[in-house]
Structure formats: structure tokens, C-alpha cells
């Protein structure tokens, strides 16, 4: 059975930091490309970073230069540090593991994170 589990998600005044975690179990979570999406109500759930099996990044535009996405391939868990956050960067935050190979992807359950003073 495969499961996603995210941490770290709270409360956070602007300006602060968070750092998600997402540990993986279930899978061969070394070939998998690993990412952080989120979503707010009424919205689409949009990428926020991503590290392929070779740990090549990708981010979206919006946190370029304040979210760092990592991956610890020994502990199955991948990691998404938010520095500098806004509040626009509210949402839920969810885990994903995708196989380029058989093209099957898996959600975790999601973390809140809320940026407000």
C-alpha cells in the first residue's frame, strides 16, 4: 500500500518559514519524481516545485528564489523549505510521487499552511 504522509504545515506570520516534509512509504521512491503542489478553495491545484529521481528542480515562478524543494532518497521524504512567506502562499499543500516510467502518480492527504499576522 502506498502512502504519503506531509508535516509541517502551521501557522506563520509573513516574512517567516516552514519546511514540509513528505515521507513515502510503499513504492521505489528513488525513481519517482517527487513534488509540492497546492490549492486554495475554488482554485485548481497548481505545481510548486519539483525534483526529478536525479534531483533536477523545477519551480513555479512565485517562489523562485524563497521555496527550495529537496530529497533525502535513504529516508523515502522529500522536503519543501518556504522562506520569506506571504500570504498568498495560504493553501493546502500536498505530496506527490509520479513514475515517469509507468506513469502512475500518488496524492498525499495534505497539510494547511497559513501565512497571516
Known amino acids: 500500500q502506498v502512502q504519503l504522509v506531509e508535516s509541517g504545515g502551521g501557522l506563520v506570520q509573513p516574512g517567516g518559514s516552514l519546511r514540509l516534509s513528505c515521507a513515502a512509504s510503499?513504492?521505489?521512491?528513488?525513481?519517482?519524481?517527487m513534488g509540492w503542489y497546492r490549492q486554495v478553495p475554488g482554485e485548481q491545484r497548481e505545481l510548486v516545485a519539483r525534483?526529478?529521481?536525479?534531483?533536477?528542480?523545477n519551480y513555479v515562478d512565485s517562489v523562485k528564489g524563497r521555496f527550495t524543494i529537496s530529497r533525502d532518497d535513504a529516508k523515502n521524504t522529500v522536503y519543501l523549505q518556504m522562506n520569506s512567506l506571504k500570504p498568498d502562499d495560504t493553501a493546502v499543500y500536498y505530496c506527490?510521487?509520479?513514475?515517469?516510467?509507468?506513469?502512475?502518480?500518488?496524492w498525499g492527504q495534505g497539510t494547511q499552511v497559513t501565512v497571516s499576522s
Open positions: 510503499g513504492i521505489l521512491f528513488s525513481i519517482y519524481t
Open positions: 506527490n510521487a509520479y513514475n515517469i516510467f509507468s506513469h502512475r502518480d500518488y
Open positions: 525534483i526529478t529521481s536525479n534531483a533536477i528542480t
